[in-house]
């Protein structure tokens, strides 16, 4: 149940990370896909189920919905160090054959990725890993690594403290039922 929730949150954000450019989206019917629109949905999803029926209250707490969801975005960003583990820079190699030969054809392909860019820290780490660097350089990458992660989930305790503020307990309910608390 846990893991669902994190799956459909992790969809979620990479949808609000997408931007306002339009992405063809060949499974949507061959339309246009409009992340703008998918972000107004999720606003006004939320605001139903979090009972909000007063323009004035959800113009103070959609922006702190919306730095929740931010903040989340960037913690699960930092604590996966990959783009939600998909065609990230490790790849498994197959058995048999020559590994030299498959590795060098993997990567003359492009990568392709789902979600946002790997954190700076996330790329370092990984370019010591491949580079084979001595264990005090890897351990220094890894410290970094680790720091940014928990200074990115403090940055959405944070978000999510501020937006419990405003909330009835209700709402907290609610929204910590959903998985935004």
């Known amino acids: ?31 246009r896909f409009n992340p703008a629109q998918m972000r107004q949905r999720m606003m006004d ?12 209250d959800w113009q103070a707490i959609q922006p702190l919905v919306q730095n929740v ?9 930092a ?7 998909f065609g990230g820079p490790r790849r498994f190699r197959m058995r048999g054959g020559n ?3 498959q ?4 990567d003359q392909r492009p990568r392709r990725r789902f979600g946002p860019p790997p954190s700076p820290e996330a790329e370092a780490l990984q370019k010591a890993i491949d580079a084979k660097a001595p264990a005090a350089e890897l351990k220094a990458a890894m410290a970094k690594f680790v720091e940014a992660r928990k200074a990115k989930e403090q940055q959405l305790k944070t978000a999510q403290a501020k937006l419990r503020e405003v909330l009835t307990p209700r709402q907290e309910a609610i929204a910590t039922l959903d998985g935004l608390l």
């Open 1 to 31: 149940m846990k893991m669902q929730k994190v799956l459909v949150m992790a969809g979620v954000a990479a949808a609000l990370c997408l931007g306002s450019n339009s992405v063809s989206a060949q499974g949507f019917g061959g339309g």
């Open 45 to 56: 999803n939320i605001k139903n189920q979090l009972e909000i029926t007063s323009d004035d």
């Open 69 to 77: 969801m931010r903040a989340r975005m960037e913690a699960m960003r």
């Open 79 to 85: 604590q996966m160090g990959r783009p939600f583990g």
């Open 99 to 101: 590994n030299q030969d």
């Open 103 to 106: 590795a060098q054809a993997q």
